[in-house]
C-alpha cells in the first residue's frame, strides 16, 4: 500500500547580478545583523528546465544579497514575500542552454558574516534527481529516520509505501523529504519504492529503493494476566473489517492501513482487538489450510499495532458461524478438528511476537436461545473447543508457550458465565487466562435496530438526567446500578481470584437519526454518558474496555475521530476508571 504527497518545489534561476549590500529592511529599526540567529535558504541544489522564470525564496533578518558565479543567470529585484519581514524572493532568469548536457553553477546568498551557497543544474527539459539517501536504502531494523535531498524543474507528488509516515518539514526547505518508521517486527523484511514524480508530468520522475529487515523478535513474555490487564489503559475494535468472509473492505469499509492505527494511538487507545475471519480464507479445505498470503496480511496489520507500541488480541470472529453457531448441536468433531489446524498455523504465524499480542479463542460462542438442556451442551461444547484453543497454541512452544490467552464466556454473557456451569479449559501455565463478555444493555437503547424487534421502543436516552419528560423512549432498565452490578459480578467470579475480564464489545449503536421524534442532541449527550460510564464501571471492576467500532465514529482512512463527543466521552471514562490491581 502506498501513500501519495504533493510538495511544492519552486524553480531556481541565479543571475549573475549581485544584490546590494545586506541593509536594514525597517525603516523603524528593524532587526541588525547582531540581533539574527539564523539564514535559510529554501533550497540546497536545484534542477532548471530550460529558461523558465522561478523564484529563490531567503529567511533573513534583513534584505540579503546574492551572486552567482556563471554569466548565464540573471538576478531580479529582492522583495519581501506576502508582506512578510523575514521571507524575501528573489526573482531569477537563464539563458537558453545551448548545448545537449546539463550545466552547473553555484549562488551565494549573504546576509553580515553569514552565508548559504546553492548549486544550480540547468537541463534541456523537465528533471527529478535524488542527490542523497541519508542514512541510506537499507533501513534499520529497530526503525528510525529517512532523509531524501533531490532537485526537480516543477511541483511534484511523493509517493510511498505504508509502513513509512512523512514528517513535517521543519523550515523552507522545499527540497527534501523526511520520513520516519518504526521497527519492522513482523515475520518478514520488506521494502518498497519512494518515487518523486512531477505533478504536470508523472513519466519525469526518480524512484528510491528502500528495504527493511525484520527486527530480533522480543521474547519479553513476563507479565502475567493480570499485569497485562493492567497495562491496557483504553481498546478499541477494528470491527466489520478483517472479520468479513468476503474480505476486509466487503462490508464498506477500507482496507487497513497503518496511518489509521497511529491514529487510534493519538486518540488514547493503547489496545486494539482485531475480529478476523478465517474459514473463508483456506487454501486447501481437505487440509484446512490458510491461505499463506492471508496469514501474512494479518501479520501485517498487528505488526502495525505492536510497532505502534499498542496490545493486539486477535480472535476466531463469527467467520461464517462454523465455530460458535454449531455450539448450538453439542461437540462436533470435525469443528474441533478445525479450530486445532487453523489455531496452530495462526500461532506459529504469530509467534515472534511477545506479550503484546494476545490470543482470543472465539468471539460469542453458543449465542443462540437455547432451553436449558441445549445450554448445557453448548457449553459442554465451548469448553471443548476452548481447551483445543489452548492446546493447539501451547504446543507451538517459543513465546506462546506462555502468551496470555482469552476465553469466551458462553454466549459472552455476564449471567451465563457466573452460574457455575461454565469453566475454564486447563493450562499448564498458571495465571496465564482472561475471560471476556461483551456488555449491549439495555440492548433495546444499544443495538435494537426497530421498533417492536424484541421491546416496543427503541430507547433513546440513558441515564436519569437524560430522560424526556413524558416520552416512551426513555429507558425502563439497564441504567447505572445495572452497570455497576452486572460487573461486580464477573468482578466477584473472575477478577478476585486473579482472572481479568475483558469487556470484548460494548457501544451504542452510531445511527438514530431516522427515529421519529428524536432529540439529536439529548440522545447525543445520552449516548456519551452511557459510553464514558460503562468505561468506568468497567475499569473500576477490574475489565479492560474494548469499545466496538466499525467505522462510524473514526475515519477508517487516518483514526481520526467522526463523532468526539463519544471518544472523548471514553477517554474521560477510561482516566475516571481504576482497575482493583
Known amino acids: 500500500m502506498l501513500k501519495i504527497q504533493s510538495l511544492f518545489l519552486s524553480l531556481l534561476l541565479v543571475g549573475s547580478v549581485a544584490f546590494t549590500s545586506c541593509s536594514d529592511d525597517d525603516d523603524n529599526g528593524g532587526p541588525n545583523w547582531a540581533q539574527a540567529t539564523d539564514l535559510v535558504v529554501n533550497k540546497e541544489a536545484v534542477a532548471l528546465a530550460g529558461t523558465a522564470p522561478a523564484k529563490l525564496v531567503v529567511k533573513s533578518p534583513s534584505i540579503p544579497e546574492a551572486s552567482s558565479d556563471a554569466a548565464w543567470l540573471t538576478v531580479g529585484d529582492v522583495a519581501h514575500k506576502d508582506g512578510s519581514k523575514s521571507l524575501y524572493e528573489i526573482e531569477l532568469t537563464a539563458e537558453p542552454n545551448p548545448a545537449y548536457e546539463a550545466r552547473t553553477a553555484t549562488v551565494t546568498v549573504k546576509c553580515g558574516n553569514k552565508s548559504k551557497s546553492v548549486t544550480v543544474t540547468q537541463y534541456q527539459c523537465e528533471a527529478v534527481n535524488i542527490l542523497s539517501v541519508t542514512p541510506g536504502n537499507e533501513l534499520d531494523a529497530n526503525g528510525g529516520t529517512l532523509k531524501i535531498t533531490f532537485e526537480a524543474t516543477a511541483e511534484v507528488n511523493v509517493v510511498y509505501p505504508e509502513w513509512l509516515t512523512r514528517m513535517e518539514p521543519r523550515s523552507i526547505d522545499e527540497g527534501s523529504v523526511e520520513f520516519s518508521y518504526n521497527a519492522n517486527v513482523s515475520s518478514e523484511a520488506r521494502g518498497g519504492d519512494i518515487v518523486i514524480s512531477l505533478v504536470k508530468d508523472a513519466s519525469v520522475s526518480a524512484v528510491v529503493a528502500v528495504t527493511q529487515e525484520k527486527a530480533e523478535s522480543s521474547t519479553n513474555m513476563s507479565s502475567n494476566a493480570m499485569q497485562l490487564a493492567a497495562k491496557l489503559y483504553a481498546g478499541v475494535n477494528i470491527g466489520n473489517t478483517l472479520e468479513v468472509p468476503g474480505g476486509e473492505t466487503g462490508w464498506g469499509n477500507p482496507v487497513v492501513n497503518e496511518n489509521y492505527i497511529r491514529g487510534l494511538k493519538q486518540l488514547g487507545f493503547n489496545a486494539v482487538r482485531v475480529p478476523c475471519a478465517w474459514d473463508s480464507h483456506v487454501s486447501d479445505a481437505a487440509s484446512n489450510t490458510i491461505d499463506p498470503k492471508w496469514l501474512s496480511r494479518v501479520d501485517e496489520v498487528i505488526g502495525w499495532i505492536v510497532a505502534n507500541d499498542m496490545y493486539a488480541v486477535l480472535n476466531i470472529h463469527w467467520d461464517g458461524g462454523w465455530l460458535e453457531e454449531s455450539c448450538v448441536n453439542g461437540y462436533d468433531e470435525a469443528v474441533d478438528k478445525k479450530q486445532r489446524d487453523y489455531w496452530t498455523q495462526i500461532a506459529t504465524k504469530l509467534n515472534h511476537y511477545d506479550e503484546h499480542l494476545l490470543f482470543a479463542g472465539m468471539n460469542e460462542p453458543g449465542q443462540q436461545n437455547q432451553s436449558q438442556a441445549g445450554k448445557e451442551k453448548s457449553v459442554k461444547a465451548i469448553m471443548a473447543y476452548q481447551q483445543t484453543f489452548v492446546d493447539a497454541?501451547?504446543?507451538?512452544?517459543?513465546?506462546?508457550?506462555?502468551?496470555?490467552?482469552?476465553?469466551?464466556?458462553?454466549?459472552?454473557?455476564?449471567?451465563?458465565?457466573?452460574?457455575?456451569?461454565?469453566?475454564?479449559?486447563?493450562?499448564?501455565?498458571?495465571?496465564?487466562?482472561?475471560?471476556?463478555?461483551?456488555?449491549?444493555?439495555?440492548?433495546?437503547?444499544?443495538?435494537?435496530?426497530?421498533?417492536?424487534?424484541?421491546?416496543?421502543?427503541?430507547?433513546?436516552?440513558?441515564?436519569?438526567?437524560?430522560?424526556?419528560?413524558?416520552?416512551?423512549?426513555?429507558?425502563?432498565?439497564?441504567?447505572?446500578?445495572?452497570?455497576?452490578?452486572?460487573?461486580?459480578?464477573?468482578?466477584?467470579?473472575?477478577?478476585?481470584?486473579?482472572?481479568?475480564?475483558?469487556?470484548?464489545?460494548?457501544?451504542?449503536?452510531?445511527?438514530?437519526?431516522?427515529?421519529?421524534?428524536?432529540?439529536?442532541?439529548?440522545?447525543?449527550?445520552?449516548?456519551?454518558?452511557?459510553?464514558?460510564?460503562?468505561?468506568?464501571?468497567?475499569?473500576?471492576?477490574?475489565?479492560?474496555?474494548?469499545?466496538?467500532?466499525?467505522?462510524?465514529?473514526?475515519?477508517?482512512?487516518?483514526?481520526?475521530?467522526?463523532?468526539?463527543?463519544?471518544?472523548?466521552?471514553?477517554?474521560?471514562?477510561?482516566?475516571?476508571?481504576?482497575?482493583?490491581?
Open 393 to 581: 497454541v501451547r504446543g507451538t512452544g517459543g513465546n506462546n508457550a506462555s502468551r496470555v490467552l482469552i476465553h469466551q464466556a458462553p454466549f459472552t454473557n455476564i449471567d451465563e458465565s457466573t452460574k457455575g456451569l461454565y469453566a475454564l479449559p486447563e493450562d499448564k501455565v498458571a495465571d496465564r487466562s482472561m475471560v471476556e463478555v461483551h456488555f449491549y444493555d439495555p440492548s433495546d437503547y444499544t443495538i435494537m435496530d426497530k421498533d417492536g424487534a424484541w421491546s416496543p421502543t427503541i430507547k433513546l436516552y440513558w441515564g436519569s438526567k437524560f430522560h424526556v419528560d413524558g416520552s416512551d423512549r426513555n429507558c425502563t432498565w439497564g441504567e447505572e446500578s445495572h452497570v455497576d452490578s452486572q460487573f461486580k459480578k464477573v468482578q466477584n467470579y473472575y477478577v478476585n481470584k486473579g482472572i481479568p475480564v475483558i469487556v470484548g464489545e460494548y457501544s451504542v449503536s452510531h445511527d438514530r437519526s431516522g427515529v421519529p421524534g428524536i432529540d439529536i442532541a439529548r440522545w447525543k449527550d445520552s449516548r456519551a454518558y452511557w459510553t464514558e460510564y460503562v468505561t468506568a464501571s468497567a475499569k473500576n471492576h477490574g475489565c479492560v474496555p474494548f469499545y466496538w467500532e466499525t467505522g462510524g465514529d473514526i475515519v477508517r482512512i487516518n483514526g481520526n475521530a467522526k463523532n468526539s463527543y463519544v471518544i472523548d466521552a471514553l477517554m474521560k471514562g477510561a482516566a475516571a476508571g481504576n482497575y482493583p490491581f
